[in-house]
C-alpha cells in the first residue's frame, strides 16, 4: 500500500517564468547594447553544459561553485557580443533567473498545490527528491509549499551527497520519511534520473511528461499531477 509519494522538483513542480532569453533582452535594452542573436543559441548550449555542478560525493565550495557560474555568465555575455558592462550585466541575469537569487523565477504549475493539499489530506507522506546544487529548503518556503513536505532531499546537500539515479538519495529519502521502498511512489519528468533510479531501489516510478514528448518511454505516464490522485487510489 502505497503511503508516500516523492516528487522531482524541476519541471515537476515548478518552471522558470521567464526564458533565458526574455531576461537577456530586458537587460540589454536597459544598458542600451545590442545581442548577437544568431550567436545566442550556441552560446546557451555552452552555457548551460558548462555550468552543470560538480558531483556531489566530490568536496566543494558554494562560493566557488557562484564565481564559477558568474565567469561562465560573463562569458556567455561576451559570446552574444556584448562588451560593455559585462560584470554587471551578468550578474543581473544571475539575479533575474538563477533560483539562488531570483524570488520569482521560479513559478509553480497550476496543478501543485490542488495536488499536495488532497495528498496530504488523505495521509500521504510527501517529499521532494531532487538534483540540485544549493540549497533547496529557502526556495520551497518562498514558493509556500514547504509545509506539505515531510522531507526535501537535494542531492547536493551536504548531508546527502547523492545525485539521481544513484540510489543512495532514494534510500535517504525513504530513510526520513520513515517508508520502504514497496511503500512509495516517485514522480518526475526526467526518464535516466527519475524513472532508472526509482526502479532501481523498488520504489514505483511515475513519468509527468506535461508536454507530451516522452511517448512510450514508461507505461506508468501522467500529462498533470491532477492525474496522480486516481493512480493512487
Known sequence: MVQAVFFDFYQTLCFH???LEENLERIAERYGVNINWERCGTAIERLFAGTSAPAPTTDYSLLELLMTVMTRECEFIKEVGIEKHVEQMAWELLQSGHYLFAANSATLYDDVVPTLEHLRDKGFKLAIVSNWDTPLDPLIERLGIANYF???VASHDARVRSEKPDPHIFNYALAAVGVSA??????GDTYEAD????KGVGIRPILID???TQADRWDKTIQSLSELLEMLT
Do not use: K, L
Open 182 to 187: 514497496e511503500e512509495a511512489v516517485h514522480v
Open 210 to 212: 506535461r508536454d507530451g
Open 195 to 198: 524513472i532508472v533510479g526509482a
Open 150 to 152: 515531510d522531507a526535501i
Open 17 to 19: 517564468r521567464h526564458s
